[in-house]
């Protein structure tokens, strides 16, 4: 059963009352790339928890000595029903996607990729860069727009500085910060935030939004709630407030948050849909359009999907195989 309301009732605690069922989520080792893999830690998604807000996907790397693993070499590879958040704290990366757009990641700047009905990117170190170093990001999009034209945006937000903080809103909107990118998906919020050491830093957030706090560089507490280095703090809707305390090291955080996103989402690989049928269509179409499998009859006539690609680039990822199951939906 999928929930339509796009925002559910809340209980709103008073003002400046602070939301204590803070839950910590600790990240999972993945291995991204060749012999010689980049290690991501993973803390969205989980069996636990597969949303916050539209967020569902959070990887988090380095800092990663390129010498010793390569960096990030990901290959031409697709996505639907999602858009992409690279947001870097050292290096640099050559993103190259299919709707024409090239552009360099690099550290404080935002780099958004709307997949909609479809697109194909690759993510490429480079060669100059030593260390490397950031999170990237995914949201799902929601019914209304997920079938939409794929864009792609840059931003660079200004810092604003605060007693015990200085803050880069990248996407919505905090602190009378305002990201002027058009997500396609309402109310949503990411910025990081670097604190100085010791600080204690009380932030107005939306009462309706459920909250995300990424220990990027050290532990941090959330509403009182220890966070260690690396794990994901999420914060139900109710409160108006939220309250983060660095190490006597200082911290920097990411920090996320949304309204529930209200439907139910399949998520296998790089696709986003709906139900296990729409998965398999995605895959298909994908494997049809980039050579690794016949083409159906019933393609032809039909708009590609995931579009061209200049041919001078890496060989594209082949999808894997899909499981002998039908894929389950998340809440």
């Known amino acids: 059963m999928t929930n339509l309301e796009r925002s559910p009732d809340v209980e709103v605690l008073d003002a400046g009352e602070l939301c204590t069922d803070t839950e910590v989520l600790e990240p999972r080792l993945v291995p991204l790339g060749g012999p010689r893999a980049m290690t991501v830690y993973r803390t969205l998604p989980q069996k636990q928890r597969s949303l916050v807000g539209a967020w569902c996907f959070l990887d988090h790397y380095g800092p990663d000595d390129v010498s010793e693993t390569g960096g990030m070499q990901v290959p031409r590879h697709p996505h639907t029903g999602l858009a992409t958040v690279s947001w870097l704290f050292s290096g640099r990366i050559d993103h190259l996607d299919s709707g024409g757009n090239a552009a360099a990641v690099v550290p404080g700047e935002l780099n958004l990729m709307i997949a909609g009905r479809g697109i194909t990117h690759q993510e490429l170190s480079d060669p100059a860069t030593t260390t490397l170093h950031g999170v990237q990001l995914w949201y799902a999009m929601p019914d209304a727009t997920r079938f939409g034209e794929n864009a792609f945006a840059h931003y660079e937000p200004e810092p604003v500085q605060i007693p015990g903080a200085t803050v880069r809103v990248f996407i919505g909107s ?3 910060s305002v990201s002027p990118v058009d997500t396609r998906t309402p109310d949503l919020l990411g910025a990081e935030l670097i604190l100085d050491p010791g600080a204690v830093v ?3 957030v939306r009462a309706d939004f459920e909250l995300a706090v990424l220990a990027e560089s050290d532990d941090v507490t959330v509403n009182g709630a220890a966070v ?3 794990s994901l703090a999420y914060v139900p809707p109710g409160s108006d407030t939220i309250e983060i305390t660095a190490s006597d090291a200082g911290a920097r955080i990411i920090l996320l948050g949304g309204v529930p996103l209200g439907e139910q989402i399949v ?6 849909g709906r139900d296990h049928d729409e998965i398999v269509e995605f895959r298909r179409r994908y494997q049809a359009e980039l050579g690794f499998e016949p083409t159906d009859p019933q393609d032809v006539g039909k708009r590609a ?3 061209e690609f200049p041919p001078d680039q890496p060989k594209p ?7 002998g199951v039908r894929l389950r939906p998340r809440e």
Not at 317 to 323: K, T
């Open 267 to 272: 998520m296998w690989w790089n696709f986003v």
């Open 174 to 176: 905090l602190l009378d």
């Open 228 to 230: 260690a280095h690396r």
């Open 202 to 204: 009380r932030l107005p």
């Open 305 to 307: 999907l995931f579009g």
């Open 317 to 323: 990822l082949p999808a894997p195989a899909l499981p």
